[in-house]
């Protein structure tokens, strides 16, 4: 049974509506009056007042005017502000699908730059509402914002990351709508960059579940095993190669369950549940540094207690897990 509905895997926004590379698209979009903007910054963003589920507060009329009107106007902002390596970095994220109160409307995404005082303070709680990050509240956004959200961050540090062009080590600017950066000194186009990673559980011939600590982890912290996929390799090799040098157990069967982003900074969690035959694991002492095989209300016990804390339910490895113990597991606390 694969995965459905993972926390970062969810996104309604529509993202064919517009050609990126048409000349003006993002002056001419931030111009429209129902285009909204999710400010993003140092990977967080601010949350709409009141109580219930969190809500991301996306600034749309008179508080879109403003925040345009201090990059001075549309067009300035279109451009990257008065200096486009410093940001903010405008993206065109999508437009909102039918159906709904904002039916068509479009997402710009301003991503980085300096902090904005009152109307933009990164951490805590302001009289101007919360900001938060993608791991605390990625799980529990709805589908459009946990879509959105996980979109602007990996660009966000896309963005701060490459503004000098990997070839002749010149400035580069955003284009087609914040999708791409482009080098004038040599003419180059740079893309996004997603780095796959493979990421898996384990059971053994009785069905318990192989779990892995690492050494920089606080005491108890367990999780599935992962690692990148390397160059010339395929998902079913990094698992095997990943398994055998981590923990020392030989993969007898592999099952693709489903695909994440991990904007943290910028993978792509490719889940495996794997069965193998091997009794007994060896961790590989310098990244993982303790395995543990546990039946199921072995880990209940564990989780309940104290002793074991999972990973936390926005990523890959905590459904994962989920998955082979048959529900839901809660824990009290947030793994970050």
């Given amino acids: 049974m694969a995965l459905a509905d993972l926390a970062l895997s969810r996104s309604r926004l529509h993202k064919i509506g517009d050609d990126r590379a048409t000349p003006g698209l993002l002056e001419r979009v931030l111009g429209e009056p129902s285009t909204v903007i999710l400010r993003v910054l140092d990977g967080r963003a601010r949350l709409r007042d009141g109580d219930g589920p969190p809500v991301l507060h996306l600034l749309g009329g008179d508080e879109a005017v403003g925040l345009l009107d201090r990059l001075g106007g549309p067009a300035a902002a279109a451009a990257g502000g008065a200096d486009p390596l410093a940001g903010p970095v405008p993206v065109l994220l999508g437009r909102f699908p039918e159906g709904g109160p904002r039916a068509g409307a ?21 009289a101007r509402g919360r900001w938060s990050d993608l791991r605390e509240v990625g799980a529990l956004l709805d589908d459009t914002d946990a879509g959105a959200l996980t979109e602007a961050v990996a660009l ?3 963005h701060r990351t490459h503004r000098r062009c990997p070839r002749c080590g010149g400035p580069t600017r955003p284009s087609a709508a914040g999708h791409e950066r482009v080098c004038d000194a040599d003419g180059s186009t740079h893309h996004p960059r ?28 367990f999780s599935a095993f992962a690692g990148f996929v390397e160059p010339g390799e395929s998902l079913e090799q990094a698992v095997a190669r990943e398994l055998w040098e981590e923990a020392g157990v030989r ?31 060896r961790p590989d002492g310098t990244e993982i540094t303790e395995t543990r095989w546990f039946t199921r209300e072995g880990l209940a016990d564990a989780v309940a207690g104290g002793e074991v804390t999972l990973p936390p339910s926005v990523s890959v490895a905590r459904r994962l897990v989920e998955r082979w113990f048959g529900t839901e597991i809660r824990q009290e606390g947030v793994w970050r």
């Fill in 106 to 126: 479009a997402v710009v995404a301003l991503l980085g730059g300096p902090d904005e005082g009152p109307d933009g303070t990164v951490g805590g709680t302001t």
């Fill in 156 to 158: 966000e540090h896309w």
């Fill in 194 to 221: 997603h780095d796959p990673a493979v990421i898996m559980t384990v059971s053994g011939p009785d069905d318990r579940l192989l779990l892995g600590h690492q050494g920089r982890w606080p005491e108890g912290r």
């Fill in 251 to 281: 993969v007898s069967a592999a099952e693709y369950l489903g695909s994440q982003p991990w904007p943290f900074p910028a993978s792509l969690m490719l889940a495996f549940h794997v069965t193998t035959e091997d009794e007994h694991a």
